[in-house]
Every structure is written in structure tokens, then in C-alpha cells.
T-cell receptor
Framework: EAQVTQNPRYLITVTGKKLTVTCSQN?????MSWYRQDPGLGLRQIYY???????DKGDVPEGYKVSRKEKRNFPLILESPSPNQTSLYFC???????????FGPGTRLTVT | GQQVMQIPQYQHVQEGEDFTTYCNSS?????IQWYKQRPGGHPVFLIQ?????EVKKQKRLTFQFGEAKKNSSLHITATQTTDVGTYFC????????????FGTGTQLKVEL
């Protein structure tokens, strides 16, 4: 089954404790993205990748890092999480640039 | 930057009533995508419109792309409880690689 998986699905952590949210897709897609979703603000793109070792900033990249060492994986790294990064995070992939997005199930992150 | 405004933010309807959500841009869009997110779920791609004046239908859903490619609408005829969710439009950023901007979404509630 074609899918995007994310782990963990829920995470509660404390300010400053580094964390990584994993994302994997099995569709051989070149393009992957991370979004955060906050009430009233919709979905905002954090980072995107157009291929292995090719990443670029989205609209809200501050406080986040990504890497794309393999085509299927696109982890999101928060080196020093802060409470304003409490949000619902979605990973997505697509076969063409900025085209139909296949979203993962989401990761709800709470930073206290 | 390129932004898409989406209205209304919320809509309550009685089952059987029609529903419309609009996306408006100040700049010409190369294409526009529509997504649906059920409560507690992840966004799911519905459709992509590319041509000026394009109209596409999916059962009770009608999608339109404006003649000037600056606005789009999603119309649902005779809503059902299964239509509940948040509807987002999204557009690629011109020259932006894999950059995609989402509207703020319209949350639809359907009452029996």
C-alpha cells in the first residue's frame, strides 16, 4: 500500500531536549515536505526536499533542521525545541514538484 | 509573498444545504489544488485545476478555476454528514521548487 509514515504520532517533551520526527514514504517520490498545522493558520511549509541531499526552506524554517540522505526518508530535527513549536506536524511526498501531496498521519508535538 | 486567502473560515450548514468555499489570490496561479482533512485526520488530495476557467466535478463536489487564474471555488451540493471536515486550497509558488502555499482552510460542520 502506498503510504507515508511518521513516528512518533504523539510526543510530549521539554524545552531544549533535542528530538527527531521520522518520515518515510514507499512511493519512490523525489519530493518531500514538512508542514506544521496551527489553529487559524492552516498548513505552513517548514522545509522541502527535491531529491537526495537537496533541501530548501519553506515559509517557517526557523528552529528546524532536515536531512535527506535516502530517497525514502526525510526526518525533521528540532535541536532545541521551544513551546512555540508545539503543533501538529505533517510529512508529505509527491511525485512531481509542488503537485499532489500524499500526507502522513501527523505527529502531535507538545513542548513544555 | 504569494498568498492565497480562503473564505469563509467556518461554515455551519444543515444537512442537504449547499456549501461553497473560495480561494483568492492577488497574483496569477499556475494551478490550484484542493484538499480535505477530516477531524483528527490528515489532508487528502481532492483535485488539481490547471486551465483558465476549468470546471471539474466529483459527484456532489464542483471545483472551478477562475478565468484569470486568480481565484478558485469548491461547491458541495446537498451536503451530507460525511462532508464534515476542513477544506484547503493550495498553490505552488512560481519558481519555488517544491514550495507549496496552503490557504487557511474552511471548516465545514454539517448538522442533521
Amino acid at each position: 500500500e502506498a503510504q507515508v509514515t511518521q513516528n512518533p504520532r504523539y510526543l510530549i517533551t521539554v524545552t531544549g531536549k533535542k528530538l527527531t520526527v521520522t518520515c518515510s514514504q514507499n512511493m519512490n517520490h523525489e519530493y518531500m515536505s514538512w508542514y506544521r498545522q496551527d489553529p487559524g493558520l492552516g498548513l505552513r511549509q517548514i522545509y522541502y526536499s527535491m531529491n537526495v541531499e537537496v533541501t530548501d526552506k519553506g515559509d517557517v524554517p526557523e528552529g528546524y533542521k532536515v536531512s535527506r540522505k535516502e530517497k525514502r526518508n526525510f526526518p525533521l530535527i528540532l535541536e532545541s525545541p521551544s513551546p512555540n513549536q508545539t503543533s501538529l506536524y505533517f510529512c508529505a511526498s509527491s511525485g512531481l514538484a509542488a503537485s499532489k501531496q500524499y500526507f502522513g498521519p501527523g505527529t502531535r508535538l507538545t513542548v513544555t | 509573498g504569494q498568498q492565497v486567502m480562503q473564505i469563509p473560515q467556518y461554515q455551519h450548514v444543515q444537512e442537504g444545504e449547499d456549501f461553497t468555499t473560495y480561494c483568492n489570490s492577488s497574483t496569477t496561479l499556475s494551478n490550484i489544488q484542493w484538499y480535505k482533512q477530516r477531524p483528527g485526520g490528515h489532508p487528502v488530495f481532492l483535485i488539481q485545476l490547471v486551465k483558465s476557467g476549468e470546471v471539474k466535478k466529483q459527484k456532489r463536489l464542483t471545483f472551478q478555476f477562475g478565468e484569470a487564474k486568480k481565484n478558485s471555488s469548491l461547491h458541495i451540493t446537498a451536503t451530507q454528514t460525511t462532508d464534515v471536515g476542513t477544506y484547503f486550497c493550495a498553490n505552488p509558488i512560481t519558481g519555488g521548487g517544491n514550495k507549496l502555499t496552503f490557504g487557511t482552510g474552511t471548516q465545514l460542520k454539517v448538522e442533521l
